[in-house]
């Protein structure tokens, strides 16, 4: 880490330490982050890490953009989410496969908050097989209409941009910068989730939406391919999410196991509450390592690296994703376990952060298609077939 760096994750920790711990548990109940809380983010210049200066971001390094991420996650998981959604994904397709009036148009109101952006791409029937997609985006004079229905999107209402993915012929899918509001836009049920729940995921539907010809993202048809280039900067988004929600279950128990006695000494002597906390942390530390490792792998295909292979990013975001997502779940359940009677109330954080942990291994694409995806890739780069 640079000098500089180090600066940032001591304000990003310290931005968690008193905005958004304090807080987490009552948003969690109350299932809602409050205005203030994208505010201050957008303050900080949290909601444009990944957009260069140009454009009104801070245009940080994947690297640098991580260590921000983790400290936001330690202290709220949602928040984290939110703003992953709307950095990696999001900011970084425009950024990738948008025009230049398509950038100067959405970038800068990305990068200052005045926007948060969402991701719609998974469907009642197109969830993991994301080819299957059925919403339609049909020619409509200059422009196009949209018909069909998304599920599980983050940042819900409260989105000001909504990339959506429809069907634009057989066997091609679009991408279209779709801005909430117009008719035709139909917000529908708010998901009653299990963790991450002040995080708003919604569905929307829409009904014949119209939109003018430049909403179409990139090339007409590329829109899975898009997508999938795009999942692989949101997952080592979510493994590092992930990663901070391990820390936090870890140091709750640490702390509790230095401070509660049985048998006349606090419980942290015991060997078997030693391993637990051990391991934990060895799954922690190794879901970080590889976040960092796929990081690097995503800045080298700036240079022209394939993201193909064993050693590209699209393997290693998925093991990245994998290893953190699996760690954090076992983190939050050990610190339960740790915790004794008073973990399993809900007046203690743990329960949450193991509910908070768990959304880690089923979104941007489950713990089963990570592995589905690092098999394709080690075949791939012998040179067999792939899955
Ligand atoms: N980056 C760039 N291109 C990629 C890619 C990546 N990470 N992964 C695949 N591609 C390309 C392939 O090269 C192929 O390109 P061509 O059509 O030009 O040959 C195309 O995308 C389709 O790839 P593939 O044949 O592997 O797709 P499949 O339909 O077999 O399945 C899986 C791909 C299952 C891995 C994919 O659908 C997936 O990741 N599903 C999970 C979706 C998900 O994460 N949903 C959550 C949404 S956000 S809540």
Redesign the pocket.
């Known amino acids: 880490m640079t000098d500089g760096q180090r600066e940032l994750q001591e304000l990003a920790r310290e931005f968690a330490r008193t905005e958004l711990r304090p807080h987490a548990a009552a948003w969690d109940e109350g299932r809602a982050l409050p205005d203030d809380v994208f505010a201050k983010l957008a303050e900080s210049g949290f909601l444009g890490m990944l957009v260069p200066e140009e454009h009104g971001g801070l245009g940080f390094d994947l690297h640098t953009y991580l260590l921000v991420l983790e400290e936001l996650a330690w202290g709220d998981a949602s928040v984290a989410l939110s703003v992953a959604i709307h950095s990696g994904p999001v900011s970084g397709m425009i950024l990738r496969h948008g025009t230049d009036d398509q950038k100067h148009a959405w970038l800068p109101a990305l990068a200052s908050g005045d926007l948060l952006g969402a991701?719609a791409?998974?469907e009642p029937d197109a969830?993991?097989?994301?080819?299957s997609v059925t919403t339609t985006a049909t020619r409509d004079g200059d422009g196009w209409r949209l018909d069909g229905e998304k599920r599980?999107v983050t940042n819900g209402r409260r989105a000001g941009l909504v990339l959506v993915f429809a069907r634009t012929s057989a066997d091609g899918l679009g991408v279209f910068l779709v801005r909430p509001g117009a008719d035709g836009y139909v917000v529908g049920r708010r998901e009653n989730t299990m963790g991450l729940r002040a995080s708003e995921t919604v569905s929307v539907r829409f009904d014949g939406l119209r939109l003018p010809a430049d909403a179409l993202l990139g090339d007409v048809d590329r829109g899975?391919?898009m997508a999938?280039?795009a999942?692989?900067v949101g997952r080592i988004g979510i493994a590092i999410q992930a990663v901070g929600v391990g820390r936090a279950a870890i140091e709750h128990a640490a702390a509790y196991a230095l401070e509660r006695e049985q048998f006349g000494t606090p419980i942290g002597r015991f060997g078997a509450l030693q391993a637990k906390l051990a391991d934990s942390a060895l799954g922690v530390a190794a879901g970080r390592a590889l976040a960092y490792e796929a990081a690097l792998a995503w800045e080298a295909t700036r240079n022209g690296t394939p993201?193909i292979g064993p050693e590209g990013v699209?393997a290693r975001a998925a093991m990245a994703k994998l290893a953190a997502s699996e760690a954090a779940t076992f983190a939050a359940d050990e610190a339960i376990q740790i915790y004794g009677g008073y973990g399993y109330m809900r007046h203690y954080p743990l329960e949450r952060l193991m509910r908070d942990a768990k959304g880690a291994e089923i979104?941007?694409?489950t713990n089963e298609?990570m592995r589905?995806?690092i098999a394709?890739e080690i075949l791939r780069g012998s040179g067999n077939a792939?899955s």
Not at 127 to 131: E, H, K, P, Q
Request: proline share 0%; charged share 25%; net charge negative.
């Open positions: 991701f791409l998974s969830g993991s097989d994301a080819s599980w899975l391919v999938l280039e999942l692989d993201r699209t979104y941007e694409g298609i589905r995806v394709g792939t």
